[in-house]
């Protein structure tokens, strides 16, 4: 059994920051794959980041290159995504999902595990 839990969702400014956190509990490995993904209503989720089990980002989505970062702390069991330069357009509910694989991916499918999400919202 393994869960995530997101936090740090909230109401920010056009360019504001905003860092997000996901703590894993239960029967996780940090050398699982961890990533975030976005969606907002009447759109597809869409992957943001992933992360091996150094901190790597190996793919970030292209809507969030240059402005987002995803890291880990293992020690803690936690992951983080730190956004910058919010923009209108990431208005969105952010979910933290883990793989049972070392290799991250980008699809949704290539996740067992997610957290209940944490809505963000950027105002204009």
């Known amino acids: 059994q393994v869960q995530l839990v997101e936090s740090g969702g909230g109401l920010v400014q056009t360019g504001g920051s905003l860092r997000l956190s996901c703590v894993a509990s239960g029967r996780t490995s940090s050398a699982y794959a961890m990533a975030w993904f976005r969606q907002a209503p009447g759109k597809e989720r869409e992957f943001v980041a992933a992360?091996?089990?150094?901190?790597?980002?190996?793919y970030s989505g292209d809507a969030v290159k240059g402005r987002f970062n995803i890291s880990r702390v293992n020690a803690k069991n936690t992951v983080y995504l730190q956004m910058n330069s919010l923009r209108p357009e990431d208005t969105a509910i952010y979910y933290c999902?883990?793989?049972?694989?070392?290799?991250?991916?980008?699809?949704?499918?290539?996740?067992?595990?997610w957290g209940q999400g944490t809505q963000v919202t950027v105002s204009s």
């Open positions: 999902a883990q793989a049972l694989t070392v290799i991250p991916g980008t699809s949704p499918r290539d996740y067992d595990y």
């Open positions: 992360s091996t089990w150094s901190g790597e980002s190996t």
